[in-house]
């Protein structure tokens, strides 16, 4: 596609699994990739000519800065798109500098989103006056390769009334869950050997804290409840539980905070055998009520045989309440991922070629 031109910043897992995705893609719906980012080295020619990724880790070319790669885009002698497949918050915050020079964006980044309102505004004011020239498209930055976003947005755009969205929104979670408490009772494990078995298993950070924390799943939750309309400021500003214990908030490094967990099983153990009682069971749940206004996540007593309760594996569940389903309309399956979420990135991809052309 001669006249449209890509730009791809990350390749580590998603990115990689990204390009292999884009290689394979027809020629009709596949940008020249003219420019690629890693760490501290890029690769790309001053004359827009198409480059390969097998050339970036012997690339020579100057480090253009974000405002520099703005500008480098926009006179491409045909329509830019990026994809930033990373999570920083610089290139977030560049988005809407992109989008004002005519560039579309596409992107897993949860932080572009989730941040400050006055930054979503931001991106989709841009995205406004532009008259269609750029796009900005996030499908990954909720559920991966689910179509979160994309339900959401067509019910609210059909005139669906969205009363309230509650899931699972963490394969992390959902591993540890399923595992401790699952609905056979058959958990045996105690909560600090189901992490460390996570942890050891690749379904945490490399320092669980940064999954305990809630945080990832309170930046989803921000996304969905302002395109629910809800005017949420960000994560910090509703009820999001830790599950790192108080007393090992301070831990200097993540060795220490595996072998204190024990410590603290007892708690998870009493919470766990509370639910049990009441017929229920243990999940780490985040919810939006749009007519309330109210937005919170963690620890829920589920009622067995709900879709919630039901969930196996790592796999994410998230339930659209809306005045067309009462009974909740619910999308299923891997919410992370390295292929999955590229996956996301790449439909997201087609759709911007597709309007472009």
């Not at 979160?148 to 009334?161: N, R, Y």
Request: hydrophobic letters at 40%.
């Amino acid at each position: 596609m001669s006249n449209l031109y890509l730009a791809v910043i990350g390749v580590g897992g998603v990115g990689t699994a990204f390009l292999s995705q884009l290689a394979s893609l027809a020629p009709s719906m596949r940008p020249t990739l003219i420019f690629i980012s890693r760490s501290s080295r890029q690769l790309y020619t001053n004359d827009y000519k198409p480059i390969s990724p097998s050339n970036l880790q012997t690339s020579s070319s100057k480090l253009l800065s974000l405002p520099e790669l703005t500008t480098y885009l926009a006179a491409a002698p045909g329509k830019s798109i990026l994809v930033d497949n990373t999570s920083n918050q610089d290139v977030a915050a560049a988005y809407p500098s992109f989008l004002r020079k005519g560039i579309s964006v596409v992107t897993p980044n949860k932080k572009a989103f989730s941040s400050s309102l006055s930054l979503w505004n931001d991106i989709f004011d841009a995205v406004d006056k532009s008259n269609g020239k750029a796009m900005v498209y996030h499908e990954s930055s909720v559920g991966a390769g689910l179509p979160v976003i994309s339900t959401l947005k067509d019910l609210v755009a059909t005139g669906d009334q969205v009363t309230k969205i509650e899931g699972v929104f963490s394969g992390t979670m959902s591993f540890l869950f399923n595992s401790f408490a699952p609905v056979d009772g058959s958990g045996k494990g105690k909560w600090s050997e189901i992490v460390s078995q996570a942890k050891d298993a690749g379904y945490t950070e490399p320092d669980p804290r940064d999954d305990l924390n809630g945080m990832d799943v309170a930046r989803k939750l921000t996304i969905l409840a302002r395109l629910a309309g809800l005017k949420v400021q960000g994560p910090e500003n509703f009820s999001v539980q830790s599950l790192i214990p108080k007393e090992l908030e301070t831990v200097g490094s993540s060795e220490e905070f595996m072998q204190r967990l024990p410590e603290f099983d007892g708690d998870m153990e009493a919470y766990k055998d509370n639910a049990a009682k009441q017929g229920k069971v243990v999940r780490y749940v985040g919810s939006i009520d749009v007519a309330k206004g109210e937005v919170k996540v963690g620890l829920q007593m589920v009622d067995r045989g709900t879709p919630i309760a039901s969930l196996m594996g790592s796999d994410n569940l998230i339930c659209f309440y809306t005045k067309r389903y009462p009974c909740p309309l619910v999308i299923q399956g891997a919410g992370a991922g390295g292929e999955v979420t590229a996956m996301g990135v790449t439909g997201d991809l087609i759709k911007v070629v597709e309007r472009l052309r």
